[in-house]
């Protein structure tokens, strides 16, 4: 298979600097450049080895907490922002979903305490608290189904992320859209201390090959055997193999 994803992800990043209108802030790591799968192996559980050729180190991945994510976007310091999330691994390729990367609020909300209560961290993406939610509900703001697509965070770290164009916003602020066209959405609630992002059902841009108009899907790709995550991502999974993964949860 020829390989395109440094010559279209070039591309992108000539087309984010444009929507954004400069590019991101020079601090911002795309490890989804240096990252190549160089192996599958399987003793009872299937595992993935990943060359990381900016650190010249290998790393193991598997379908388990702790070991299923791959790094996509990240700061110099190491604070992940986009990533992909293992759903499968076979004989000669793993198959992983973008996600923004999100941590669940262990937080109890207590009577008359404000909603930031339950997102202590101030740059940190979150998924949405289930109390949370049923506010957003009650509102009419969200459906409850959609609570697995809600994203909170502080108001001054959304600001911070558009400033470094790791995000930017859409529609007079009502829409948005992260680093490289990898995430995209609305912003369904924003006040002074917190903001709720709702990642849309086809969220993720496939630009498509020389001539082929881009398209957004599901954020599911298919990286194989000597491929860099990069080339990852301008293959999404096909529509009916992503019907059984999402048909089998």
């Known amino acids: 298979m020829p390989r395109r994803g440094g010559l279209v992800l070039g591309m992108a990043l000539v087309a984010w600097a444009a929507l954004a209108g400069r590019a991101a802030a020079d601090d911002l790591i795309e490890s989804l450049r240096f990252l190549r799968l160089i192996g599958i192996t399987d003793d009872g559980q299937a595992e993935a080895r990943i060359w990381d050729a900016s650190t010249n180190t290998k790393v193991r991945i598997k379908q388990a907490a702790g070991f299923d994510r791959l790094p996509l976007i990240q700061t110099a310091k190491g604070k992940l922002l986009v990533c992909g999330v293992v759903q499968k691994i076979e004989a000669r390729e793993l198959i992983f979903r973008v996600n923004l990367y999100a941590v669940e609020s262990k937080a109890t909300k207590e009577v008359g305490a404000p909603l930031t209560a339950l997102y ?130």
């Not at 602020?173 to 086809?202: H, N, S, T």
């Open 120 to 249: 202590k961290d101030e740059d940190v993406i979150y998924r949405v608290h289930k109390d949370h939610l049923s506010q957003l509900v009650s509102a009419e703001k969200v459906k409850a189904e959609e609570g697995d697509r809600l994203y909170v965070v502080h108001a001054a770290y959304w600001e911070q992320l558009l400033k470094d164009r790791v995000a930017v916003t859409t529609g007079g602020g009502r829409g948005f859209v992260f680093y490289l066209e990898l995430v995209r959405g609305d912003v369904v609630d924003q006040g002074a201390d917190l903001v709720v992002l709702r990642v849309a059902p086809k969220y993720c841009l496939d630009p498509g090959k020389p001539g082929a108009e881009p398209r957004w899907h599901e954020g599911f790709c298919v990286l194989r055997i000597g491929e860099k995550l990069e080339d990852a991502l301008l293959e999404p999974l096909a529509e009916a193999r992503v019907k059984e993964l999402l048909k089998a949860r």
